[in-house]
């Protein structure tokens, strides 16, 4: 049988074929439908948690209890599981562990593209890296092979063309795993110093043994071609260099780490030339080039952005004929806050204000593009709220009076809560407003703690985080709606000004979920001055069409905020 | 290429791109594309972005098929087609077109927010300026014929009609695949879409059956 998958979802039936028993992730663009259709297994305990941190903390628990588990994020995602990551891999699960990291080149939807191939070799873990949806299927099967074999969390690193490129996967069968169940071992999972050190003695042994599996591995092929090219590759340049170079001989290495040094040196000794072809930093290259074999890679190849068979062929063939693009001459199409985002009120109120806005991950950090311009730092998830109160730190308390931090619900429950607990605890002023639409909203409206559902849809107990606030110790605590303005803005001029720490809840829902609309606001043209102060919010809905602003009711929700914001009362709004 | 007399070998790789706004329906779109050539027997690949991208900003769908696909990225300069739901996507994307290849456009302008807020201004000379690249540029009134079928969101499969007379495919395979893809209760209009879509073509290219 046959099916037309992305990566994403060959990920999830291959997780389903593995026997994976428990899954988790934290919703983070490219990976977010990993765990989406997973949850469609009901075989499968799959669950959002917080974080990433918490999501391997879950999953190594689980495979400690002796079920396959497997955890899905975002490259910088691992970051945050990055603590648990480097002792899972001393302990070892029981039951097989598999971690996917999906990478972001070119920064589709991420603040970096770092390459995540390196946690595998600090970790010292192995990684298997597909290249299309069929291997992220196959995949993930012999990641479990590998970590039950080798008592080792594997990490499978996928990048963003795999996740959300699809092809033709065959299905196999689903193997039964039931779980081992659990042993209490205290030397192997408890790592106190005197455990940890032989436990790292174990890891070391380990590495030896998969080393000597990566030679036999199915995963690393070998296809003798042209034997004047040889091209060293893996992931998805391995597809973009097959069609560049149909004829060349190739070694496409799926588990890259340890490499088949071994493998490599045989292939190297068959080929004339060698091309090390691979997205991002120069992993395996350096490792080829230590083992003393010439390659060209980077000096080639960029090392910044995502490869395409059009940048392998312009870096490598001269004499390359194709269009330049032409469309920097063409006005940009950035995207932007939808029409009746609750977000756009409160950053027109911080523009207005002249403010100084430490931001954070997620729709609204659209809110720094013109023309809102309402956007001082954006750094990872939950940053905003340690920054400003940094920048307090550095500048003195007077600044508290203008700025604020803004993050959002499911990025303050993911990392933002350790913050306000700093600001109150080291006696700061600073205002935090928590932006609450109550979803993720970024990543395609995942539910999270403060949503009171699960990932399997299931009713569950709601975060309060007006309590939360509370129960940390802020005595200011205020709930508004962003779409009124002046309510908006009477909040954090008042808030700001206080001389202790402060946290405004802006809370509306996001109006893609809700769908909730109202009739579009008329336009008095003869008041209209077309003084184009209502384009300011950025909303895609309003234009100025010879001379007086126009609303498009295709676009519009009618939430109103146009027409609190002209000043000669022009836009009569159709909310009552 | 014209209608589905084609010459060209029925194996070799053809690409297609869909591009437009986020919000337009493209995604979609891609999808049935993409299965109608899996059921003619090719193997295809299919590639986009979700996330940041899809807040109204400009969104292209790469699909490929043939007898076997390694890349889900096509290369500029060598689309078979381009399909646009937009007339300013289909300027900022025919750089991906080859020579002589197939442009697509739907006839509708949407302002983003540069040209909106007055910072830019949107082409008014975008027809030519994709004739330059082909001579074959079909502007396609999507939405007056999906109004005229029943729904201003069937525009989409107007325009999968349109383009499935330009693609060696048995239209049976088509229909089949709308039929399972869109909600049930839109089927009929749907099937409707697509064959205005496809009467289009004839009209405005002579040498149709």
């Known amino acids: ?576 | 290429m014209l209608c589905s007399q084609s010459t060209r070998d029925d194996l070799e790789t053809t690409d297609v791109l869909i591009a437009g706004v986020g919000g337009q329906g493209i995604l979609l779109a891609s999808e049935i594309l993409a299965r109608v050539c899996l059921r003619a027997g090719y193997d295809v690949k299919k590639s986009e972005v979700h996330g940041m991208a899809q807040r109204g900003g400009s969104v292209t769908s790469h699909v490929r098929f043939g007898k076997k696909i390694y890349s889900p990225l096509i290369e500029k300069g060598r689309a078979e087609i381009l399909l646009a739901f937009e007339k300013l996507e289909a300027l900022r994307w025919i750089y991906f077109l080859r020579s002589g290849g197939t442009v697509i456009v739907n006839d509708h302008r949407i302002d983003p927010i540069t040209v909106s807020s007055g910072s830019a201004t949107y082409p008014d000379d975008i027809i030519e300026r994709l004739r330059e690249r082909t001579a074959d540029v079909n502007l396609v009134d999507g939405i007056g014929i999906a109004i005229r079928a029943g729904d201003l969101r069937t525009v989409n499969v107007v325009l999968l009609g349109f383009l499935s007379e330009f693609l060696p495919i048995n239209a049976d395979l088509w229909r089949g695949v709308i039929g399972e893809t869109v909600p049930q209760k839109t089927v009929d209009m749907n099937l409707g879409a697509f064959e205005k879509g496809r009467e289009l073509v004839c009209l405005t290219k002579r040498s149709c059956p």
């Open chain 1, 1 to 576: 049988m046959i099916e037309f998958l992305s990566g994403n979802e060959a990920i999830a039936r291959g997780a389903f074929e593995a026997g994976v028993r428990v899954a988790t992730a934290y919703p983070g663009t490219p990976s977010t439908e990993i765990l989406e259709n997973i949850a469609k297994y009901d075989g499968i305990q799959a669950q959002w948690s917080p974080n990433e941190k918490v999501a391997l903390e879950v999953a190594i628990g689980a495979s400690l209890a002796g079920a396959r588990a497997l955890v899905a994020m975002k490259h910088v995602g691992l970051n945050v599981a990055a603590d648990p990551l480097m002792t899972i891999s001393y302990v070892g699960p029981k039951g097989g562990l598999v971690v996917i990291s999906a990478d972001d080149p070119g920064m589709h939807s991420s603040q970096n593209e770092q390459d995540n191939r390196y946690y595998a070799k600090f970790a010292g873990v192995p990684m298997l890296e597909p290249s299309d949806s069929q291997e992220a299927k196959d995949f993930v099967r012999s990641a479990f092979e590998i970590s039950s074999e080798f008592a080792t969390p594997v990490l499978v690193r996928m990048t963003t063309r795999v996740c959300h490129s699809k092809g033709v996967v065959r299905l196999g069968e689903t193997c039964n795993s039931p779980s081992m169940g659990y042993e209490k071992d205290v030397r192997k999972n408890v790592m106190v110093p005197a455990h940890a050190r032989l436990r790292h003695l174990a890891l070391e042994e380990r590495r030896k043994r998969l080393e000597e599996y990566a030679e036999r591995s199915p995963l690393n092929r070998t296809q003798m071609g042209d034997l004047s090219l040889g091209i060293i590759t893996s992931g998805v340049a391995y597809q973009y260099s097959k069609e560049v170079f149909p004829d060349a001989s190739f070694l496409k290495l799926g588990l890259t780490n340890p490499i088949p040094k071994g493998i490599i040196q045989r292939f190297a000794e068959k080929v004339a030339r060698i091309l090390v072809i691979e997205e991002l930093e120069p992993f395996l290259e350096e490792q080829i080039r230590a083992l003393g074999i010439e390659v060209v890679g980077k000096e080639r190849i960029p090392r910044v952005g995502e490869l395409s068979p059009d940048t392998i062929r312009s870096a490598i063939l001269s004499s390359v004929a194709y269009s330049e693009n032409p469309s920097s001459s063409l006005p940009a199409r950035p995207p932007v806050l939808c029409p009746g985002c609750p977000h756009r009120g409160v950053f027109y109120v911080l523009r207005k204000l002249k403010f100084t806005v430490t931001g954070d991950i997620g729709c609204y950090t659209l809110a720094a593009l013109p023309p809102l311009n309402a956007m001082d730092t954006c750094i990872c998830m939950g940053a905003s709220i340690g920054a400003a109160l940094g920048m307090e730190k550095a500048l003195g308390p007077e600044i508290s009076g203008k700025t604020v931090a803004v993050i959002g619900d499911s990025t303050f429950i993911h990392s933002g809560i350790t913050g306000l607990i700093d600001a109150v605890y080291n006696r700061s002023n600073i205002t935090i407003i928590i932006l609450d639409n109550n979803t993720t909203a970024m990543t395609g409206h995942q539910d999270h703690p403060g949503t009171g559902r699960t990932l399997k849809g299931e009713p569950t107990v709601s975060l309060d985080l007006e309590a939360l606030a509370r129960a940390v110790g802020l005595r200011s605590v205020r709930i508004v709606d962003p779409y009124d303005l002046d309510a908006t803005e009477k909040a954090i001029r008042e808030e700001v000004l206080k001389d202790r720490p402060s946290v405004i809840i802006a809370r509306h829902p996001c109006v893609l979920l809700t769908k909730e609309r109202y009739p579009t606001p008329k336009v008095d043209t003869e008041v209209c001055t077309g003084c184009k102060l209502c384009l300011r919010l950025g909303c895609p809905a309003i234009s100025i069409s010879e001379g007086k602003a126009e609303v498009d009711p295709f676009l519009c929700n009618g939430c109103g905020i146009c027409a609190q914001v002209c000043r000669v009362h022009a836009m009569i709004s159709g909310r009552t």
